[in-house]
């Protein structure tokens, strides 16, 4: 599988500019001040001078056409160098992370609707896995392109500032990164290497957390650091066959247990806090821990912060019919708790009992999304609210009618004074009460939440096999990200992915859906026909039917369509399919298993 992506383009004085604000201002007396670790710039930039000697010596070698193996070796072992600066990279130069390791597929520049040329090491992954003489020129030319990147890298550390808190939070934030992409494949989905260059990020923390601990005597759990990632990487090494690695076992035992002891670490070091709001808590042990998510990460700025109290006005307006046109219908009525807030119809039915062209989206989890609707035409819940109660088939109401029934009723009037300090309600208040009850949906309290958290029983022993085969051999995990399983990618999760499948108009797989989705919005942009929004598999079980038409009626049949290789592996012709067409070949017992362990992702 593939993935698009949408990271903004950054003009390369923009990122050393961001990297100087970031950095403590020395004259400030009011800030912390930390000397620049120039150690740690040192190691980084001997990392990226290794990184171009290698990508120099692949020049030479396919100038020279190689063997095909012995190409393909001299590219892990380039990987492998990157691993070890990647923590610094992917933190204090994104957009340089994003061409240099990011999806094979074009950045797509929204607001202008194009489409700008894929580059970096998994582009060259297609390029050589396997190796087409033929396509000698074009692999050089990429790597060019990439010793251009690999000089940003250079000229960037060698001027900015870099200082203790920041490198800690990039270090723990690798650590994260690994627990869900660099576990998933993310970044090798071809050659499927990705065990193996594992122990590479894993040491290029560690020996940066020896560089910058004051006295590792005294600091105990940078003992337990070391040990354990010393023993993490032992058991990668161990195995490396993605079809057989216990995955299930290996986050909660080994990567769970690091990204606690550097939260023990930063204490005994007195590292203060990065102040930015950010979707992973800067208290949160683990992506398992409760409470880890922010959802003031999601909202549109800071007067639309999420509480209790706005989610139990929320709550109560949801189920008010007063947002209809004809006071018939309310939010609740299509978004059914006992469903995941769905309806168990394939498609919508409008408010003159016809069918809608798509399936209803589970509520639960939607607040860790960046776009709303199986089409994504809106950026946040607010957006989307304002936009189903206008809409004329699903509840036709119109916003200043219900506000004004809203500001005559003494028990809401008081509400919103009392929240917003308002003398009436306005527009907003009333999408960001709506859309704060529907954040409060998201109470990561499954079994397979138990399990992460160490109640080793939680899971059954189908389960387990069934998440080992979702993360390994099914390669589900490359596009449901863990730990939130939808499209938002972790670790910073400021951006939702689109898929294209080639999904047909029901289970038989006989004819394709033309529905354009995203693409109906960005028509001069191929890469987005047919794309939706990856939804989260959190409470799948509960949602049937499946997929943005609902065509499908069961998991067995949506398992089926993945297994086979999608739209085109049923012989449909879409030329920006992002899933994989290769026959996954899981067993119906493989199948089994995989929808066991989707069951332990449903809310108790």
């Known amino acids: 599988m593939k993935r698009l992506s949408k990271y903004p383009l950054l003009l390369f004085f923009y990122s050393a500019a961001a990297l100087f604000i970031l950095s403590y201002c020395k004259n400030d007396k009011h800030l912390p001040v930390y000397e620049d670790l120039g150690s740690v710039k040192n190691q980084i930039i001997q990392n990226n001078s290794d990184f171009e000697k290698q990508i120099n010596e692949l020049i030479g070698l396919v100038s020279n056409n190689p063997d095909e193996r012995i190409l393909q070796e001299k590219f892990e072992e380039l990987r492998k160098t990157y691993k070890k600066m990647e923590w610094a990279v992917e933190y204090f130069l994104p957009h340089s992370a994003r061409l240099i390791n990011g999806p094979a597929l074009p950045e797509i520049e929204m607001d202008e609707h194009t489409e700008i040329e894929a580059e970096g090491l998994q582009v060259l992954e297609e390029m050589l896995y396997p190796y087409d003489p033929d396509n000698k020129d074009e692999v050089i030319r990429f790597l060019k392109k990439l010793i251009n990147k690999s000089n940003t890298i250079d000229t960037n550390f060698q001027v900015i500032t870099i200082s203790k808190d920041q490198v800690f939070d990039a270090l723990r934030q690798e650590v994260f990164r690994i627990s869900s992409l660099g576990i998933s494949g993310f970044d090798t989905p071809i050659s499927g290497t990705f065990l193996k260059e594992m122990p590479y990020a894993l040491e290029g923390v560690q020996q940066t957390l020896q560089q910058i601990s004051t006295d590792q005597s005294k600091n105990k759990a940078l003992k337990s650091i070391m040990a354990e990632i010393h023993a993490a990487i032992e058991v990668v090494k161990n195995n490396t066959d993605k079809n057989t690695f216990d995955y299930v076992s290996f986050i909660p035992d080994h990567l769970n247990k690091i990204t606690s002891l550097l939260l023990e670490c930063k204490k005994q070091e007195k590292i203060p806090e990065i102040e930015v709001t950010t979707a992973l808590t800067k208290n949160a042990a683990t992506f398992f821990a409760k409470n880890a998510f922010n959802p003031n990460a999601f909202t549109p700025g800071k007067e639309f912060a999420f509480s209790d109290e706005k989610a139990a006005l929320g709550h109560q307006l949801f189920n008010d019919k007063m947002l ?33 062209a798509r399936n209803t989206p589970s509520l639960n989890y939607a607040g860790f999304q960046h776009g709303q609707f199986w089409d994504m035409r809106k950026d946040d819940l607010e957006g989307q609210s304002s936009d189903v109660i206008s809409n004329k088939e699903e509840m036709h109401g119109d916003l200043n009618v219900i506000l ?48 992460m958290r160490g109640n080793k029983s939680a899971m059954t022993e189908d389960q387990k096999r069934g998440f080992n085969l979702f993360v390994g051999k099914a390669q589900c995990a490359i596009c449901h990200f863990i730990p939130l399983f939808n499209g938002t990618v972790p670790p910073d999760f400021k951006k939702t992915e689109q898929e294209v499948l080639g999904v047909a108009v029901n289970g038989d797989n006989k004819t394709f859906d033309r529905d354009l989705g995203r693409g109906k919005f960005h028509e001069t942009v191929p890469a987005l026909q047919y794309s939706f929004k990856t939804p989260t598999l959190r409470n799948i079980s509960k949602t049937a039917p499946y997929m943005h038409n609902g065509g499908y009626k069961t998991l067995k049949e949506v398992m089926n369509f993945y297994n086979k290789g999608g739209g085109k592996g049923f012989g449909f012709t879409i030329e920006n399919q992002t899933l994989s067409d290769t026959p996954l070949q899981l067993t119906d017992q493989e199948i089994d298993d995989i929808i066991e362990f989707l069951k332990a992702l449903d809310d108790r």
């Open 324 to 356: 209809s046109n004809n006071n018939s219908r309310s939010c609740a009525t299509c978004h059914i708790p006992e469903k995941a807030f769905t309806d168990g119809l394939a498609k919508s039915m409008s408010l003159d009992n016809s069918e809608l």
């Open 404 to 451: 004004a029934k809203i500001n005559q009723d003494k028990a809401y009037q008081t509400a919103f004074k009392k929240m917003y300090h308002s003398q009436k309600a306005e527009v907003w208040q009333l999408q960001n009460v709506l859309a704060s009850y529907i954040r409060s949906l998201a109470t990561f309290n499954s079994d397979f939440d138990a399990y």
